[in-house]
């Protein structure tokens, strides 16, 4: 009986396919477990070994909650729209549907190769109408809450590819050589920014990694500041600057506006007009990247005009910059240079004022302070000083002062804008809206709203996407008269921002998923994914699941409780895997020629799941190794013999396995699987040195190892017996007298500080305890010329004693 891994993953593979083994039990009476990987665009170039890892990481927890008593959800789906799959279509007169059914196909056999546990009846894809169908209904159910609406934007918009561009994709296309400028475009927004404090609020309720977390509060970007009022004396009008720091006016030198802001152009004077005119054009050529970068040289205009600072009455010239964007705040800030790294940059430049006021440990003509941990100086007036005081008083102070004189409004801000929903393209969701000739704006009653076959693909010649292109779909009439069809599309955000929902419910055709389905299922309990997603994905996927919570949909405030992001798995050369490098590690090549069982633990033994670290197919023949020495425990390679011997366990063995189920199932739990496959190739070293081939201790052997390695598992399940698969087998569970250790680590303490360590046995009494802790030499020196108060003794942990000098 030879380990033919080809055979055998063949064979299961096509069993759990005929017998439905993973399809999602509806049972409601059993605990749920929804483990859920963010689901895969498509491309062309298919899936390579970095791609594996997270799909990895999620089967082996599900098969492990099966294993458990859980009943799981654990699905696959494809985020099909998007930009790649048009541009393919442009370039060979393909249909996008054809290549992404393509690729699709090609994805969906890797997977398969992989032994992945999902329930291929729930598979879904968002180019689906029957899919697209609820993706538009959500949009219309924004509208109604006036939560979508039409704005002219400027917008980053590719010349050549004639499309909008995410601020996101604007460095890649740049650098592919693309030409990237701001435009102005009539768009379809998302008001986003009027669930900022919930988004953020609820982030303290996730299990997230905290490093996403703050990714998410950093993009929301609450503060709280104050909007000032300047007076422009010689135009007779007021400029509103939205600061942080009020507590700072006294040291406002300028103020800087945004080359967009309504004023820019008519505060220049008849001196600067022409130049101010001549950066406005200049700077709407920029993106928004390339206005706001930290490195970049700061440029700005003088506009000729003066406000007055309300804290002393000084001139503060008015400048215009494209640092500054009109999108947060009012587009328009005081610049307080002494104490802001940016400011005093610009200032520097073009030689304005720095006024020290905020003590500073150094002269701040030469380097910028920026510390609030200091007392504000040379800030006072004949009604106000805030001098010798510190932060928060001192905003208090000049805030309350402000309001009244009523030049001033305590405000909270954010950085977050509101979601620019439209795309120039053809492949993506119609926005399900009809223009109607007398300016009427009415939804599409008929859902879904499909794209038409068309052979052409080019963007049209006015900006709008080649929906434009296509009269007897763009224009009709009904009994509110004639009406022309929005051209704009979804973006490919809007398809995944609520695919974790129609997994629970992917049949439904009279709503986007049934309630009572939804209360068992929701919430995600394990989302794993890459930490590229850590921003935009996550938050407009939360936004949509706020409003869909707010009209009844979900009962959740949230979708994913729990969040991990794996790390990345580098090419042999340690650079990130792309076709330029030449480093991609095709999947189905490894799984050619190891097998997925292999393919799968190497992937996981690695090192962390959440670590970066290189690929080596050398490591994987170790692996191929270690799953024969599993398979020589339990069948003869010299004859057709099963070599389970059945009786009790001599104790050390026993001892042996109970520790290593403890240790498998806890680091399972836990996403540590390296250290889990560790264990196991421990446990299976000391069953060949004991030449132990008991069914008790192998048998626990393979449904430990079933998670990680299905294939070769359910091959030596049914040949020690068993008719069912081995997913449908009990999780062992370990006897704690069995598994405890032999020898503890106890540390010991000295009023709380650890002052040293030693090895006992477990369950050492109390008293046994505290005397080895006296005698230790680190530890004595600390209890000499005191009098010990308390001695703490937590059995196999610590010893702590509490002293105070006599």
Request: with cysteine; aromatic share 10%.
């Amino acid at each position: 009986m030879r380990y033919d891994f080809s055979s055998i993953e063949k064979k299961w593979q096509q069993y759990w396919a005929e017998h439905q083994t993973f399809q999602t039990d509806e049972n409601r009476d059993k605990p749920k477990y929804y483990v859920l990987d963010m689901f895969p665009y498509p491309s062309g170039s298919g899936l390579h070994v970095g791609h594996l890892e997270g799909y990895t990481a999620t089967d082996i927890i599900a098969r492990y909650k099966r294993s458990c008593g859980y009943n799981v959800l654990h699905p696959m789906g494809w985020d099909a729209f998007g930009l790649p799959a048009e541009q393919y279509a442009i370039k060979t007169g393909t249909h996008p549907s054809l290549t992404t059914e393509t690729n699709i196909s090609s994805f969906r056999q890797t997977l398969q190769r992989m032994g992945f546990s999902y329930d291929w009846e729930r598979e879904i894809n968002t180019t689906d109408p029957a899919y697209f169908r609820w993706t538009q209904w959500i949009f219309l159910q924004m509208l109604n809450k006036g939560l979508a609406y039409m704005s002219e934007v400027d917008v980053n918009w590719c010349e050549e590819l004639r499309v909008v561009l995410a601020n996101e994709e604007v460095d890649e296309k740049i650098q592919a050589g693309y030409t990237v400028v701001r435009k102005p475009l009539r768009q379809w927004v998302l008001k986003i920014t009027e669930y900022a404090e919930r988004l953020l609020e609820d982030l303290d309720e996730l299990d997230w990694p905290e490093n996403v977390k703050q990714m998410q509060r950093n993009w929301i970007g609450r503060s709280e500041g104050m909007e000032i009022e300047f007076e422009l004396p010689c135009h007779k009008k007021k400029l509103n600057v939205y600061t942080t720091r009020p507590d700072t006016l006294f040291g406002a030198t300028y103020l800087v506006i945004s080359p967009e802001h309504p004023l820019a152009e008519k505060l220049a004077t008849a001196q600067h007009l022409v130049e101010v005119r001549e950066y406005i054009r200049k700077a709407k050529l920029k993106t928004e990247l390339e206005r706001t970068g930290l490195q970049k040289d700061k440029t700005g205009v003088f506009t000729g005009s003066y406000a007055v600072n309300p804290a002393n009455a000084q001139a503060l010239p008015v400048w215009i910059s494209d640092f500054v964007l009109t999108t947060y705040g009012t587009g328009a800030i005081m610049s307080v240079p002494a104490h802001d790294s940016r400011d005093w940059e610009f200032a520097r430049k073009f030689d304005l004022p720095i006024v020290e006021v905020i003590k500073s440990p150094h002269n701040v003509e030469e380097e910028v302070f920026e510390g609030k941990d200091s007392v504000c100086v040379n800030s006072s007036n004949s009604d106000i000083s805030l001098d010798g005081l510190d932060f928060a008083t001192a905003f208090d102070t000049m805030a309350s002062w402000l309001e009244s004189k009523g030049v001033g409004t305590r405000k909270v801000n954010y950085k977050l804008r509101d979601w620019i929903f439209s795309r120039q393209r053809y492949w993506g969701e119609p926005i399900p809206v009809k223009h109607y000739e007398d300016g009427t704006l009415r939804p599409e009653t008929d859902l879904p709203l499909t794209l038409p076959d068309v052979e052409a693909y080019q963007p049209s010649t006015t900006g709008e996407s080649p929906l434009a292109n296509i009269p007897g779909w763009l224009y009709g009439e009904d009994e509110h008269g004639k009406f022309r069809r929005e051209t704009n599309t979804m973006p490919q955000w809007a398809g995944s921002c609520w695919y974790y929902l129609r997994f629970i419910d992917p049949q439904n055709s009279e709503a986007p998923l049934d309630p009572q389905k939804e209360r068992y299922w929701m919430n995600v309990d394990l989302y794993i994914g890459g930490a590229e997603h850590a921003v935009l994905h996550l938050l407009y996927a939360r936004f949509w699941h706020k409003v869909l919570y707010d009209i009844g949909v979900v009962s959740t405030k949230e979708p994913f409780g729990r969040l991990f992001n794996q790390g990345m798995i580098l090419g042999e050369d340690n650079e990130k895997m792309s076709k330029s490098r030449g480093n991609v590690i095709p999947a189905d090549q490894v799984l050619s020629a190891y097998g997925a069982d292999a393919v799968r633990m190497y992937e996981m033994f690695l090192g962390p799941l959440e670590q970066v670290k290189p690929w080596n197919t050398h490591g994987i023949e170790g692996i191929s190794r270690f799953l024969g020495r599993v398979w020589r425990l339990v069948c003869s390679e010299r004859d057709d013999s099963v070599l389970l011997t059945d009786g009790p366990l001599d104790e050390s063995m026993q001892r042996r396995m109970h520790k290593t189920i403890r240790k498998v199932s806890e680091d399972t739990e836990q996403l540590k699987f390296n250290t889990a496959i560790a264990e196991l190739m421990v446990y299976v070293n000391d069953l060949h040195k004991a030449d132990c081939h008991n069914r008790t201790a192998l048998e626990a052997l393979i449904v430990m190892l079933a998670p990680y390695a299905p294939h070769i598992c359910e091959e030596l399940w049914q040949a020690a017996g068993h008719s069912e698969s081995v997913s449908r087998a009990p999780y062992p569970v370990f006897d704690p007298a069995l598994a405890a250790d032999d020898e503890v680590t106890i540390a010991v303490q000295v009023n709380g500080k650890l002052r040293g360590t030693f090895r006992t046995a477990a369950g050492t009494p109390r008293e046994e305890l505290l005397n080895r802790a006296r005698t230790l030499d680190s530890v004595l020196k600390f209890l000499q010329n005191v009098e010990i108060k308390k001695e703490i003794a937590v059995p196999d942990k610590l010893v702590n004693f509490a002293v105070k000098p006599l």
